[in-house]
């Protein structure tokens, strides 16, 4: 249960003054619902002025804070601009510019021979001096130097969001401390509290900056540390394989040295009576589905059962398909469970698996869904693990007589930095290297002004037999807009290729989503067009061209990913990243990366640099918060002191028991991450 102290913090935004059903949607859309959240939305930047009591040609460029009295309104046919000439005390003349055609606002907020205190950024515009759209505020009404700058939605103005935020901070009590009093005189950090408010009040002040990220860090890095401690201090039955099973495999190929290490990591772990707790990172193709069927053939020789849990329908039949065919011959019972399943197939399922007769069950959430029970639990392999948070995986864990093992896996190159944020309870294994065979995909980059030039050269691939995806870009911040562009792609495609082009995206019904996949893995469909919200998940050999238009638009590591849809068979595979005339600096650094190299981790790390650790590669996580008060660029640093914190909190300072530890239960609900209390709770 919150703790009460936190209560003022944790009311809905309408209590804060000011705030009611219209203010309220845009700080909705921002994801504002609380007084807690307005109070972490910290400045993203900050604007510094000047206060004049008179205008100076030499402050051209500078932000200045001046009184102004309007005395003449000039305005433009149509939607052109309104001038506001207005005069300082002096005499001197500057022009006040509203873009946007509604004089009668303009007139409203300036009237002639009233004075008003005006601040923004004075320019020079022909022989007039010009501020465009200042802020306004009372005669009186004296600017701060230094104002903070916020995200903002439509309907906010930035010196709004800081007045919220002023208030919030008001609102804030005063928290007992939950750093060590060694680390927090070394690194010289305010209180809480004081950071808050400093932060908002100075955007500028580091201090104070690094103070909040650490606090959110350090709830961060207790929470994971409480889960694993929790996980470790359970029993469970030790798997000790015979190697009964995997003798009767029959390997076309020998494992890579990665694939090697990572099975002997997982058998040393699956032969402990403490739960295994392993993520398992690897790249497209890097093999980690023969790993995962090794440890799962450990709990199937150790006389246990095995549950192998996806994200998408798609993806759980992609994998039932490559388990059944990798363990065809083996005395091995495979079976599959998803939400489509109903009826007397489900039925029979279900009691198959009660009775002991099902080995391996493959499948979406409906894997741990109340009415499935297993006879023996011994290992759940989780994929994709970055789409399923900490509650999912306590569900699958509840299944087992003993708490199961568990192996996640993750295709998402994830930076060592976050792997220490987001899995820090975790053990980690990496497959760093490809199985021989695998050629690297080659990428070229081409402007979009050769669109034309592009459809010939996918002409002629799919006249080869070839097949190729066709990636639509995000054109704005919603789904509609990203099917409109797919489906004007499909179309424009289809004038040319007939029904040989299919289309895919996330409105889709799963049984359609799967006969479009299914002919496009049959070869039925060449050109498979699809938006970018979608998980194309199915192992397609012979698609070796992949197109992904306005690539200037993503990040690192959705390219990459995407990439990731070609180059699984033996020939060589190549992706066209089609880009807009105009590159920022960024995206042309992205680009050009994407070209050099095919090794995910460095291109995670890469992302890092350039995206910052907010939101993980581009994937919000499912039930676990992203990093909102942390530099960036301070991540690493704060991470690491985190991790030996909380370490040092629960293994010499009593845990959440002792007096620092009453504190940092706190800081675990204040910072949503309370899940390690819930967890201890639970036991």
């Known amino acids: ?198 932060v908002h009040a100075d955007p500028a002040d580091a201090v104070a900056r690094a103070r909040l990220g650490y606090d959110e860090v350090f709830a961060n890095q207790l929470a994971l540390t409480l889960v694993r401690q929790s996980t470790r201090a359970r029993r469970t039955r030790a798997l000790t394989g015979d190697g009964r099973l995997r003798d009767l495999l029959k390997l076309p190929y020998s494992l890579t040295g990665a694939q090697a290490r990572t099975v002997r990591e997982i058998e040393g772990d699956l032969a402990q009576s403490a739960p295994m707790l392993r993520l398992l990172q690897g790249d497209v193709g890097s093999g980690k589905t023969l790993v995962a069927a090794m440890a799962l053939l450990i709990a199937v020789e150790a006389g246990g059962q095995g549950a192998m849990l996806a994200p998408t329908e798609i993806l759980a039949r992609q994998h039932y398909e490559t388990l059944r065919t990798l363990l065809a011959g083996l005395p091995v019972e495979v079976a599959v469970l998803t939400g489509r399943d109903k009826g007397r197939v489900r039925e029979s399922t279900l009691m198959a698996l009660a009775a002991g007769e099902i080995d391996i069950l493959v499948g979406t959430h409906a894997v741990f869904q109340e009415a499935v029970t297993y006879r023996d639990l011994a290992l759940a392999v989780v994929d994709e693990q970055h789409r399923f948070g900490v509650a999912e995986r306590m569900m699958l864990q509840a299944k087992g007589i003993r708490p199961p093992h568990l192996l996640a896996m993750t295709a998402t190159p994830i930076p060592r930095t976050l792997t220490l944020a987001q899995y820090g309870e975790m053990d980690v294994s990496r497959l760093d290297e490809m199985p021989p065979g695998r050629q690297p995909i080659e ?52 004038r040319r290729f007939g029904e040989r082009v299919g289309l895919v995206h996330g409105r889709m019904k799963p049984a359609e989503k799967d006969a479009v996949m299914a002919d496009f ?30 690539a200037d638009r993503f990040g690192l590591a959705q390219l990459h990913q995407l990439r990731g849809r070609v180059g699984r068979g033996g020939g060589q595979s190549r992706c066209l990243l089609l880009r807009g005339s105009a590159l920022s600096e960024t995206s042309r650094a992205r680009l050009a990366l994407m070209r050099e190299t095919n090794d995910g981790f460095r291109i995670a790390e890469e992302d890092l640099r350039l995206r910052g650790g907010g939101e993980m590669l581009g994937t919000r996580q499912s039930g676990e918060a992203a990093f909102r008060l942390v530099p960036p660029d301070q991540l690493a640093d704060l991470l690491q002191c985190a991790q030996d914190d909380a370490r040092l909190l629960v293994d010499r300072d009593g845990g959440l028991e002792g007096p620092r530890g009453q504190a940092a239960r706190i800081a675990l609900y204040l910072f949503d991450r309370d899940t390690g209390v819930q967890l201890l709770r639970s036991g």
């Open 443 to 494: 990428t070229l980059v081409m402007s979009e002004d050769k669109l034309d030039a592009v459809v010939d050269a996918l002409g002629r691939h799919i006249s080869d037999s070839g097949q190729a995806y066709w990636v639509c870009p995000l054109v704005e911040e919603s789904e509609k807009s990203d099917l409109a562009a797919a489906e004007m792609r499909a179309e424009t495609l289809r």
């Open 521 to 550: 893995a049959a070869n039925r469909v060449a050109v498979l067009v699809a938006t970018t919200v979608i998980e194309v998940g199915v192992d397609v050999p012979n698609a070796t061209l992949i197109v992904i238009e306005h």
């Open 1 to 198: 249960m919150r703790p009460d102290i936190l209560n003022p913090l944790f009311a809905d935004v309408t209590a804060l003054k000011g705030v009611g059903a219209a203010l309220a949607k845009p700080l909705e859309r921002l994801g504002l619902a609380r007084v807690v959240d307005v109070a972490f939305h910290l400045p993203t930047g900050w604007i510094d002025r000047t206060a004049r009591d008179e205008l100076f040609a030499s402050d051209v460029g500078r932000t200045i804070a001046i009184t102004l009295t309007p005395v003449d309104y000039r305005t433009s046919s149509g939607r052109g601009p309104t001038r506001v000439h207005a005069t300082d005390a002096k005499g001197n003349y500057v022009s006040l510019t509203y873009f946007g055609g509604n004089s009668g606002w303009v007139k409203k907020l300036l009237p002639i021979g009233e004075p008003r205190r005006v601040s923004g950024r004075l320019d020079q515009y022909g022989q007039e001096l010009q501020i465009v759209h200042p802020d306004l505020g009372e005669p009186d009404e004296e600017f701060r130097e230094r104002e903070g700058v916020y995200a903002l939605s439509e309907g906010l103005t930035s010196r709004r969001m800081g007045a919220l935020a002023a208030q919030a901070v008001e609102r804030a009590p005063v928290l007992p401390e939950w750093i060590d009093a060694g680390l927090k005189a070394k690194r010289e950090w305010p209180d809480w509290r004081e950071a808050l408010a400093r």
